[in-house]
């Protein structure tokens, strides 16, 4: 699974968020993206890293960001997720997981001795010109937001 660098262009997409709105990366160029993958919606580790968002989007908005997640969920199961616990943001169905993979956070897992292929919990950050400022791969729950904060307040000293 090929992984991207800070530098590289951020991998283009246009999918439906859980209000069955289209969203682009290229129509949030100007501003800085905090994108964040899970695996599964309304599971524990998943509502903490989305929760955690949640509660830390005044933060990240004082920095300019936008928040997105993005899972192979339906985005009617993102919708019941999203209002069960008051998430704000938008969440992005992947379904095919074609973003997923070009973002290099599609791979296989081991869970009890399984393999299976699913998401690999991973974070990016996105500048306002659509460049990776930082990529987090495998990623904790609780890691994403002070990753993802330091991240985004390194490009506002760099601008």
Same mark, same amino acid.
């Given at each position: 699974? /090929?992984?991207?660098? @800070?530098?590289?262009?951020?991998?283009?997409?246009?999918?439906? $968020?859980?209000?069955?709105?289209?969203?682009?990366?290229?129509?949030?160029?100007?501003? /800085?993206?905090?994108?964040?993958?899970?695996?599964?919606?309304?599971?524990?580790?998943?509502?903490?890293?989305?929760? +955690?968002?949640?509660?830390?989007? @005044?933060? !990240?908005?004082? !920095?300019?960001? %936008?928040? &997105? =997640?993005? +899972? @192979?969920?339906?985005?009617?199961?993102? #919708? #019941?997720?999203?209002?069960?616990?008051? &998430?704000?943001?938008?969440?992005?169905?992947?379904? $095919?997981?074609? *973003?997923?993979?070009?973002? =290099? %956070?599609?791979?296989? #897992?081991?869970?009890?001795?399984?393999?299976?292929? =699913? &998401? *690999?919990?991973?974070?990016?950050?996105?500048?306002?010109?659509?460049?990776?400022?930082?990529?987090?791969?495998?990623? +904790?729950?609780?890691?994403?937001? @002070?990753?993802?904060?330091?991240?985004?307040?390194? !490009? =506002?000293? #760099?601008?």
């Amino acid at each position: 699974m /090929p992984q991207l660098h @800070p530098g590289d262009v951020a991998p283009a997409f246009t999918l439906q $968020d859980q209000d069955g709105a289209t969203v682009s990366l290229a129509d949030l160029r100007g501003k /800085p993206v905090v994108l964040f993958f899970y695996p599964k919606a309304d599971t524990p580790g998943c509502t903490t890293q989305a929760c +955690s968002l949640r509660d830390a989007e @005044p933060d !990240l908005s004082a !920095l300019d960001a %936008v928040v &997105i =997640g993005m +899972s @192979p969920d339906k985005p009617e199961k993102q #919708k #019941k997720w999203a209002d069960k616990h008051g &998430i704000g943001y938008r969440l992005l169905a992947d379904t $095919d997981h074609a *973003v997923a993979e070009a973002f =290099g %956070v599609w791979g296989t #897992k081991k869970l009890y001795g399984r393999e299976y292929d =699913g &998401i *690999v919990r991973s974070a990016f950050v996105i500048d306002a010109d659509g460049k990776i400022a930082d990529a987090f791969y495998k990623v +904790s729950p609780k890691d994403t937001v @002070p990753k993802t904060t330091k991240a985004l307040q390194a !490009l =506002g000293s #760099k601008g």
